[in-house]
């Protein structure tokens, strides 16, 4: 009986080993863009193309990658990217484009069938906030090559956590730049027994956010998002703007955004720019094998996970039984056993 399976066994692995190089021959010599609205070196997006490479790793693909360098351009920039661009990708030197943020899927766009006609474009990094992502399927162009997914910042989620975790909070505070997202008055609406106050950090200096903190206390909650600017005009990243309002403020602060984590902040339910990578270079890989855009469509953001930091967590007194199952905790000190694992058993030996 064994004698007559084997060779059906042998015939099955033959067939599996030749279908394997097959499965990634459809992708294997790919070229894919990868267009970022940022530049390198700015957290969310390095972590994007970490999350992008990660995924595409190992099925022969190749990635150029731009930067289109959002924040810091000056006007006119657009034009010189587009000849930029026009100038090193040829028609038809390229087989997908991986776009991260709103200011590249803006870009290509506006000018996807002058630059790479007929090229599908999956996206990442496109917020979502009461209909603002409605714009990528405006066009026909977008409709038919555009795929991708969205970012939704866990703001409700966060909120409850932090409210859950200092049950004496009488009001909360957000500290955060871009006009069209009222995080403040949703959370009014959402929660109308406690005082909420918005700083806008694009009308106040560094030096002046950080005056408003100092004067909260720990009934109050502060919910930090991203900014990368002051009235000024003075660039921050994501790190120093963390490091700056937590270290001045006198009341607990909670953020919206993994690169944050670590850097002063209690955490929260973090939106993690790896992880809009990874679905994005997913929907990618769909593409290559054929899939058109169209058919796959628009998908919601990853779920946000709830991580905390170890040392926060302890300046603040927090009860850690009261964290939301499956919380991640970063920082957090080694148990005895798993510090001198090695030393313990290698006495044991001797």
Known sequence: MGRRIFPHILTILGLVLLWMPRASAAQAGRRVLVLNSYHQGYEWTDDIVRGVQDTLRGDGVELLIEYLDERRRRPGWSTVMRTYLQR??????????????????????????????????????????????????????????????????????????????????????????ADIVRYDEDLRRAYPGLTVRRLRTEHLTIEQIGQEVSRLDDTTIVLLSAFSRDVTKRQFTMIESAEYVSSHSRAPVYGLNKNTLGHGIIGGALNDGYYQGREAAKIAQEVLRGVPPSQIGIREHPDAVYQFDYKQLQRWGVDMAALPAGSIIVNQPQAFYETYKNLIWTSVAF
């Open 88 to 177: 090193k990708y040829p028609p038809n030197s390229i087989d997908a484009i991986i776009a991260s943020d709103d200011a590249a899927v803006q870009f290509l766009i506006t000018h996807h069938h002058d630059l790479f006609p007929a090229i599908p474009v999956i996206f990442c990094g496109v917020n979502e906030y009461l209909g603002s992502s409605v714009y990528v399927q405006n066009s026909d162009d977008a409709r038919l090559w555009f795929t991708g997914v969205l970012e939704q910042l866990a703001v409700k989620e966060t909120v409850e956590a932090a409210l859950r975790l200092h049950p004496g909070a009488t009001a909360i505070v957000t500290v955060g730049e």
